[in-house]
């Protein structure tokens, strides 16, 4: 990340962390893949009925998580040519 890039986004108050930085087996929410994504909530539960959503980790108490390695596999394998 460029030092102007690494400004804009703390003066837009966004995180900045870098790609290499994040934890493979960190555990995501549903609303964080959505916000990473920028899609509603009923989009990701559209794409997981339809299996086309992230591998989903369900707990006990019926919450869902996406490993971050998962996630991240799944986000390479959408790349359009």
């Given at each position: 990340?460029?030092?102007?890039?690494?400004?804009?986004?703390?003066?837009a108050g966004k995180a900045t962390t870098a790609i290499s930085?994040?934890?493979?087996?960190?555990?995501?929410?549903?609303?964080?893949?959505?916000?990473?994504?920028?899609?509603s909530r009923s989009t990701f539960y559209d794409w997981r009925?339809?299996?086309?959503?992230?591998?989903?980790?369900?707990?006990?108490?019926?919450?869902?998580?996406?490993?971050?390695?998962?996630?991240?596999?799944?986000?390479?394998?959408?790349?359009?040519?």
């Amino acid at each position: 990340m460029t030092s102007s890039a690494f400004s804009a986004g703390r003066r837009a108050g966004k995180a900045t962390t870098a790609i290499s930085d994040r934890d493979p087996n960190e555990k995501l929410t549903v609303e964080d893949v959505c916000a990473e994504l920028k899609i509603s909530r009923s989009t990701f539960y559209d794409w997981r009925q339809k299996r086309r959503g992230p591998r989903c980790i369900r707990l006990p108490n019926g919450a869902l998580r996406v490993r971050r390695r998962d996630f991240d596999e799944w986000l390479a394998g959408q790349e359009v040519a």
